[in-house]
């Protein structure tokens, strides 16, 4: 079979998706499945609409394109705030985009103006993280600018932890969070209707059995793809973690000193060479590389120890086992090497499923091919 592989298992999507949506909501939260790892394949997509997810989120408005195009019912949220100069794409694309600056909400009023349709806004709010968000003291301000325009209409506001910094999110940044809302509808005399706490890093403190208050929606994307909550990247229990596989084949497998010889400089990506003499071992070339994916990032079965990488060739080490030229390996990847994998053109995607429905999707997806991100077989 072609190789490099990347396997996503459409049915365990299904499950992981539909396995924390019961878990939120018992807690009064609802899930947004972020599509972006994957390049908002419609195929995954639809998985995790079938699992409960209310809507979909992606940080692209190329990727939520790509799921209109392909008829993905649901709402769409644009995750990232808007380029001024996609605008009128992201009102065209998304019902609702996450915002932080008033030129933008100002450009997306106009444009939906011209395209006769109200484009929903969230206002992110910065927790602590120092990634994208309004200071909390300014958020007052910015509402009362945003309530002004036409053609927009303010749906929540929301908060992203553990990206940037890694600031976890506990009590306190969420109370924060679920306070303003309260703030904001008192001083406006609204009700802000989502409140989005968040990533999967906010799955621990949403099950922890604490006080959600007003926070009402999480945007999951890694927990639903990966069966793993990323603050400890522990597999968090019922799920999957092994939904998305990368397949790749053996194209040299050599007994070979373990000790490089003559003069050592650089590796061909920096790196200085740190094999010590173990003596003889079994060395493997895989074909995938930094332009496959992350090859750090790939969890090897046991038996096998990544050793290095360069563009093209991964190379590791096997005991004990027999391993000949041909034989594929499966690695499980981490969200990095999920991203690249997806990303690249020379990965090829093969979705799986026992569901019928989902079979013709997928049947659909190999018809059509999927953008430039590799063959579909
Ligand atoms: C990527 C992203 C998410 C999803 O993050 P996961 O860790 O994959 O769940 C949620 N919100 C925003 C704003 C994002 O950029």
Redesign the pocket.
Known sequence: MTAPRLEIDLDKIRHNALTLVQRLARHGISVTG?T??VLGSPEVAGAMLDGGASGL?D?RIENIEVMRAAHVRGPMTL??TPMLSQVKRVVAGANVS?NTEIDVIDALSSAAGKAGVVHGVVLMVELGDLR?GILPGDLAHMVRQVLRLPNILLKGIGG?LA?ASGVVPDARNMAELSALADTIDASFGLLLQTISG????SLDWALSGADTGRINDL?????ILLGRE?LHRQPIKGLHSDAAVLVAEVIEAKLKPSEPWGDIAQTAFGGKPREQDHGPMTRLLLAVGHQDTDPGGLVPPAGIELLGASSDHLIVRAEKITVAVGDEIRFQPN?AALLRAMTSPFVVKRLTTRAPEMARLCQMARVSGMRNSGRVV
């Open positions: 972020v972006k790892a989120g940080s995750i990232r996450f994208e992203n990206c968040g990533n999967s890093a945007r999951l994307g890694e927990a990323p969200y």
